[in-house]
């Protein structure tokens, strides 16, 4: 969750950007907006569709993608691509690795004020780069555990 001045930030930033697009402040944006700043974490577009039909805000998905699409143009928002067919957006400005479970899937995430500095210093021939997102896979602890537990009990009915 985003302090009330990041969000007033955020805010003021967004309905700039859409008054230089000459683009309509209509209340889904806005709302689409608050549900975005609220998530903390990665979301999907299904995420936000749902958190906003749940409060009885029935936006269209297609307007909540274009709208995050909007937001990612605006450089509040940015697109994770974990695996290549299923997008993820995050709110951008904050350092962190993302620690991505092989078995199940999970992403956490790990606050690291450095993280993708030396990356994004980097040049690559023919390549320009946007951003850069750390990604470090391995097993959860939750998947550890399991995998202990499955292994004491093969051991016990052996
Ligand atoms: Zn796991
Ligand atoms: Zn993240």
Known sequence: MESNQQLNDITQRFVSFLKARRLRKTPERMAILEEVTGCGSHFEVEDIYTRLDSKGYHVSRATVYSTI??????????????????????????????????????????????????????????????????????????CQRRARAAAKEKKKNS
């Open 69 to 142: 699409e909007l937001l990612c143009q605006c450089g509040i928002t940015r697109r994770l691509l974990f695996d290549m067919h299923q997008s993820y957006y995050e709110l951008t400005g904050r350092n962190h690795i993302h620690l991505v479970c092989m078995e199940c899937g999970r992403i956490k995430e790990v606050d690291e004020p450095e993280a993708g500095e030396n990356l994004l210093q980097m040049r690559f021939p023919g390549f320009s780069t946007s951003y850069c997102s750390s990604i470090v896979y391995g097993v959860c602890s939750r």
